[in-house]
């Protein structure tokens, strides 16, 4: 696929989602300014470790990640029957499909991701760098892993949101209780052990997506 090919299809497909992404980081702005901001006092080095871990991650990674698989789900067939017909017709391999597609949520949530950032930033209380890339990392991951729902249904879809929604729970735990328990050696474990989850789970997942594009008629 040519960079031209591409960047007319991802922007035909933010074009169409213009509404949906809008509303997306008007959300997260709202989110992440009114999330909690503070944890009670807590005199164990650990429990307050495993505290302040869940302030900075638990909001961007959980919310986000809904984002990013809301947005995947309706790159479906269906809601734009123009752009599904103009894509199938197009002499596209199925995986350069996937990726021109993929980029789609992949972008929407980076967006609402970064609007969630700057409204914690506003409020004084913005995640520390680290932190932010772990839960971008998640919010990736999880829209990859939904992309695949799109092209199935019944059960098999229920299945696959399922398991979209038990990859950022999984990326949580890992970069939330991997380093306390650790013996508190710093960040080292818990950020390489997550964001070695995530990139594996992505990468997998965006090429099961685009060997079932290769197999299946959206039209």
Known sequence: MTARA????????????????AFACATAAVVGFIQPHGI???????????AIRSVWLAGPMFFCSTIAIAIALVQGPGRH????ASESSAPLFGRELARA???????????????YWFAQFLTGFAAPPTFFALALACVLASGLVALNATVRSGVAK????ALAGTVSICAFVLAVY???????????IGVASELLFC????????????EALARYDPV
């Open 158 to 161: 229920a299945v696959t949101i």
């Open 199 to 210: 990139a594996i789970v992505g990468f997998f997942a965006l090429r099961e997506y685009g």
């Open 101 to 115: 597609k993929a980029l789609v949520p992949v972008i929407a949530s980076l967006l609402a991701a970064f609007v």
């Open 81 to 84: 029957p123009y752009l599904d």
């Open 178 to 188: 991997v380093d306390p328990f650790a013996k508190q050696r710093g960040d080292a």
């Open 6 to 21: 591409l960047r007319a299809l991802v922007e035909a497909r933010l074009g169409a989602e213009r509404r949906a992404i």
């Open 40 to 50: 009670m006092t807590i005199t164990d080095p650990l429990g307050a470790d495993i």
